[in-house]
């Protein structure tokens, strides 16, 4: 047996879903149960460290400045007062 859940959206909210929904052909409650199976595959356990969540790209960018690292201020001032 199915269980029914009532909830209550603010008016913004509601229209966004609807709109989302029609967008992919189906029914809000399809796209509510959607985001709640997704909510429910999130691990529950909090990365201790924000970097965590980044890890995978850490090192994987090519700046070909030797001393970003070191003088990194230095380079970002540098690089704003050439935008300005």
Known sequence: MEDQLTIRFPR???KALKAKAARMQRKPSEVVR???AEFLQMSDEPSDFPSKRVQHLIG????RVPDLAVRHR???L???????
């Open 78 to 84: 540098n690089k704003l007062r050439r935008v300005r």
């Open 60 to 63: 994987s960018l090519e700046t």
């Open 12 to 14: 913004e909210l509601s």
């Open 34 to 36: 959607m985001a709640v």
């Open 74 to 76: 230095e380079h970002l």
